[in-house]
């Protein structure tokens, strides 16, 4: 009997059934279920409640967004706020600026790169952090980090041969657009012992044994701090991975989201932006990420990003541009959210009380971060059978497990990863 339904999983896209997102994968599933037994009243369980810690998302856990940020987003959302008193002057007047500089409003697409005032605000934002120039022309707005990765990869993967190396442990957005891309996901092992360390001298022997494969490797992901292990590259270990990238002509993707999140006082981020421009002898093309989700905002909601390129050849900026005119522009309550997120109240155009009340906010959400990774850390090290490095930045720890043998031995008969058998079993009685 024929189905009912047209599209089915035999006739649709097959890359979409290879493709796995795991922090939305069957154990978030699971505890999603376990949350809706407890509300319902269900005892069976030797706790309360149930706290989902498998993405970043820290507004779901209480940090606060800052006050400034939303007001002046308020008044652009409902221009006759300007006719009030309801704010500080100084958030009307942040307010009045950005509708002077945009044309139809927040309701009207955006050039396809995002608002001239917002790319000119992330350029400087960049100059300043880097010490190198920065060109709002290399900028481009994104709803989040995630779709400018998406951008990125639809640019440079060509055909079924392409692979990209990405790091393991790996945030998981990029096997899965791999795999929706029909490329190669070629990865590279963060040494646990070392700190989550990138060893380049890998770097090369996986470079080279997957192009012995008939692999065409165009790009490199690094993740700086990592996520999902929480590690900040060394200036010494950046340069060592630029080297590599320039020796084998391949790109770099600076997955840079978390470059705020940095909690250990012997450790400072580097933007690979400014490692790539103060080594002009090995030249490599950079696409680098950030994003309003994550840092010490946690707007995952509003979706603001940005992607700067560097080194790129012109033509291919061109395609680049039509790329990116094909999705019209990024939303545009993210990108002032992200203009806001790189010109922040400061002493040169904001009254005293207006910072005052922006710093506290900002070291309030940098505490508390700072408090809860070493929380997490600790707690982990005082479990059985559980190791973990510290949590240098980013929002994660990654901890290895010490499973029992029958344990894994009974993940392999049902087919499972010893990892997910452990999480979904929840008491192991083998």
Same mark, same amino acid.
């Not at 006050?67 to 007047?93: A, C, E, G, I």
């Not at 065409?216 to 270990?237: F, H, M, R, Y």
């Given at each position: 009997?024929?189905?009912?339904?047209?599209?089915?999983?035999?006739?649709?896209?097959?890359?979409?059934?290879?493709?796995?997102?795991?922090?939305?994968?069957?154990?978030?599933?699971?505890?999603?279920?376990?949350?809706?037994?407890?509300?319902?009243?269900?005892?069976?369980?030797?706790?309360?409640?149930?706290?989902?810690?498998?993405?970043?998302?820290?507004?779901?856990?209480?940090?606060?967004?800052?006050?400034?940020?939303?007001?002046?987003?308020?008044?652009?959302?409902?221009?006759?706020?300007?006719?009030?008193?309801?704010?500080?002057?100084?958030?009307?007047?942040? +307010?009045?600026?950005?509708? %002077?500089?945009?044309?139809?409003?927040?309701?009207?697409? !955006?050039? #396809?790169?995002?608002?001239? *005032? =917002?790319?000119?605000?992330?350029?400087?934002?960049?100059?300043?952090?880097?010490?190198?120039?920065?060109?709002?022309?290399?900028?481009?707005?994104?709803?989040?980090?995630?779709?400018?990765?998406?951008?990125?990869?639809?640019?440079?993967?060509?055909?079924?041969?392409?692979?990209?190396?990405?790091?393991?442990?790996?945030?998981?957005?990029?096997?899965?657009?791999?795999?929706?891309?029909?490329?190669?996901?070629?990865?590279?092992?963060?040494?646990?012992?070392?700190?989550?360390?990138?060893?380049?001298?890998?770097?090369?022997?996986?470079?080279?044994?997957?192009?012995?494969?008939?692999?065409?490797?165009? +790009?490199?992901?690094?993740? %700086?701090?990592?996520?999902?292990?929480?590690?900040?590259? !060394?200036? #010494?270990?950046?340069?060592? *991975? =630029?080297?590599?990238?320039?020796?084998?002509?391949?790109?770099?993707?600076?997955?840079?989201?978390?470059?705020?999140?940095?909690?250990?006082?012997?450790?400072?981020?580097?933007?690979?932006?400014?490692?790539?421009?103060?080594?002009?002898?090995?030249?490599?093309?950079?696409?680098?990420?950030?994003?309003?989700?994550?840092?010490?905002?946690?707007?995952?909601?509003?979706?603001?990003?940005?992607?700067?390129?560097?080194?790129?050849?012109?033509?291919?900026?061109?395609?680049?541009?039509?790329?990116?005119?094909?999705?019209?522009?990024?939303?545009?309550?993210?990108?002032?959210?992200?203009?806001?997120?790189?010109?922040?109240?400061?002493?040169?155009?904001?009254?005293?009380?207006?910072?005052?009340?922006?710093?506290?906010?900002?070291?309030?959400?940098?505490?508390?971060?700072?408090?809860?990774?070493?929380?997490?850390?600790?707690?982990?090290?005082?479990?059985?059978?559980?190791?973990?490095?510290?949590?240098?930045?980013?929002?994660?720890?990654?901890?290895?497990?010490?499973?029992?043998?029958?344990?894994?031995?009974?993940?392999?008969?049902?087919?499972?990863?010893?990892?997910?058998?452990?999480?979904?079993?929840?008491?192991?009685?083998?």
């Amino acid at each position: 009997m024929a189905s009912k339904h047209i599209i089915n999983l035999k006739n649709m896209n097959p890359a979409v059934l290879q493709a796995e997102y795991a922090v939305r994968g069957a154990m978030v599933i699971r505890a999603k279920q376990i949350k809706e037994e407890i509300q319902a009243g269900s005892k069976k369980y030797p706790f309360k409640d149930l706290t989902e810690c498998n993405i970043g998302n820290p507004q779901a856990f209480g940090q606060q967004p800052f006050s400034f940020h939303r007001q002046v987003l308020s008044v652009l959302m409902n221009p006759s706020l300007l006719h009030t008193k309801v704010y500080h002057d100084d958030v009307y007047k942040r +307010a009045e600026l950005y509708l %002077n500089s945009i044309e139809h409003g927040l309701g009207a697409y !955006s050039d #396809s790169q995002g608002f001239p *005032i =917002v790319r000119k605000n992330i350029a400087r934002y960049i100059e300043q952090r880097d010490g190198f120039p920065s060109n709002p022309d290399n900028i481009y707005t994104t709803d989040g980090a995630s779709s400018g990765i998406n951008i990125a990869l639809e640019l440079l993967l060509s055909g079924p041969n392409d692979g990209v190396m990405i790091p393991i442990p790996q945030y998981p957005l990029y096997t899965a657009l791999l795999a929706l891309k029909n490329a190669n996901p070629v990865p590279y092992f963060l040494n646990e012992e070392k700190g989550w360390s990138v060893d380049t001298e890998l770097l090369q022997q996986v470079y080279d044994e997957n192009t012995k494969k008939g692999i065409n490797i165009k +790009a490199l992901v690094v993740i %700086n701090p990592g996520n999902p292990t929480g590690q900040v590259l !060394s200036e #010494s270990d950046m340069k060592k *991975i =630029v080297e590599f990238a320039s020796k084998n002509r391949i790109v770099i993707l600076a997955d840079e989201v978390y470059q705020l999140n940095v909690y250990t006082k012997n450790k400072k981020f580097t933007s690979f932006k400014k490692i790539c421009a103060s080594m002009p002898n090995h030249p490599v093309d950079l696409f680098s990420f950030h994003s309003t989700s994550k840092g010490i905002m946690g707007e995952c909601g509003i979706r603001g990003g940005y992607f700067e390129i560097f080194n790129i050849d012109k033509d291919v900026h061109f395609q680049l541009e039509k790329l990116r005119t094909m999705f019209l522009c990024s939303n545009t309550t993210g990108q002032i959210l992200t203009d806001l997120m790189v010109n922040p109240p400061n002493p040169e155009e904001n009254s005293p009380e207006v910072l005052e009340q922006y710093n506290r906010e900002y070291q309030n959400n940098y505490n508390s971060l700072v408090y809860r990774a070493k929380l997490v850390t600790d707690s982990l090290r005082k479990m059985k059978n559980v190791i973990c490095n510290e949590v240098e930045g980013a929002m994660y720890a990654f901890p290895r497990i010490h499973l029992p043998e029958k344990a894994i031995e009974e993940a392999q008969r049902r087919n499972q990863a010893p990892d997910l058998f452990y999480t979904m079993s929840g008491k192991l009685n083998i």
